[in-house]
């Protein structure tokens, strides 16, 4: 469908997460404060033999105690702040390890750096959230500050898109892997799901990080990609057969999209590559609340390579 993704153990341990708001401000992206939690923002010692007659400093700032402080540049105005950014946090790194992370504007010739997600766990999304078009995103560790180590970059939306990014590993290496997940693209349909017909509610299920767990996950449960199904011996009808496409292969670097009535059902997944397809035993069984003419993003992950866990978020 033109998105551009990541890839996907005891499977009978299915968690459903929740969403977890973590700096975004809720659903509506209201402009974060300026923060600047890293560099020092003394930039010169300044003698007393360097201050000029007229008392002045010799750098724009203050000087204080002999050191010139130099002020933060000012706040983007709120005017500036477009589009509509999503992060989940789902690294593993190579040795099992998971961390949290925060996403920084970096400052830029005229504003100062905006703290946009702070302190997001291991298998938590952010709220959706804004920032000037002219920022570049990057996700840090957390605490790291503006200036630290770049662990990945994000999209900068504009105007109406709106884009979840997932943080994640696309090999047993811990190797970043940041795919976008494309919920509204301004001017761009193929870009975007469409939204489901009147009365319905569309799944977009995707697999994180499967494949990077692709031996342990085999051993496990067979597979570390899903055929999709609803029941019975036939897959579940995907969006884009109606295209005269094949079905997509959960795990790989697309998404799965499944237009279903309102209300309580049952997903299910069963091992890639079997000539049964969705006549065999299933690998594993993921509740979904399908909404009314909604969406709901159900993202599949491991994080110890032998149990796979999801992360259900509405997808606004």
């Known amino acids: 469908m033109g998105h551009q993704f990541a890839r996907a153990a005891l499977a009978a341990s299915v968690t459903v997460g929740g969403l977890v708001a973590c700096g975004g401000g809720g659903d509506q992206a209201g402009p974060p404060p300026v923060l600047d939690n890293a560099r020092e923002l003394v930039v010169s010692t300044v003698e007393s033999a360097d201050v000029p007659a007229d008392g002045g400093s010799s750098v724009p700032g203050t000087t204080v105690g002999g050191a010139t402080e130099v002020s933060e540049l000012p706040a983007p105005d709120a005017s500036q702040y477009v589009g509509s950014n999503r992060v989940v ?33 291991f298998g938590e999304a952010s709220d959706y959230f804004a920032a000037p078009p002219e920022y570049s995103l990057v996700i840090v560790g957390a605490g790291a ?27 047993a290496q811990g190797a970043v892997w940041a795919p976008n997940l494309w919920e509204a693209a301004a001017g761009d349909t193929a870009l975007a799901p469409l939204p489901p017909q009147p009365g319905m509610g569309l799944v977009l299920l995707y697999a994180a990080n499967t494949r990077s767990f692709d031996e342990s996950l085999s051993a496990a449960i067979g597979g570390s990609s899903f055929y999709v199904g609803t029941g019975g011996a036939q897959c579940a009808r995907q969006r884009i057969e109606a295209q005269g496409f094949q079905p997509n292969v959960l795990g790989g670097t ?20 079997s000539p049964d397809e969705c006549d065999q035993p299933v690998a594993i069984d993921i509740p979904v609340d399908v909404p009314a003419d909604g969406t709901v993003l159900v993202i599949v992950y ?15």
């Open 89 to 121: 946090n789902l690294w593993v790194g190579p040795a099992g390890e998971t961390s949290s992370i925060d996403v920084w504007g970096r400052r830029t010739f005229t504003n100062g750096p905006i703290l946009l997600v702070e302190g997001l766990g």
């Open 145 to 171: 500050g503006p200036d630290g180590v770049e662990l990945a970059g994000l999209f900068n939306t504009s105007d109406a898109d709106q884009v979840t990014t997932i943080y994640t590993n696309d090999d």
């Open 254 to 273: 697309q998404d799965v999209q499944l237009e279903l009535p309102p209300g309580m059902v049952t997903v299910s997944l069963y091992p890639w590559f």
């Open 302 to 316: 491991s994080r110890d390579g032998r149990t796979i866990e999801t992360l259900h978020l509405p997808v606004s």
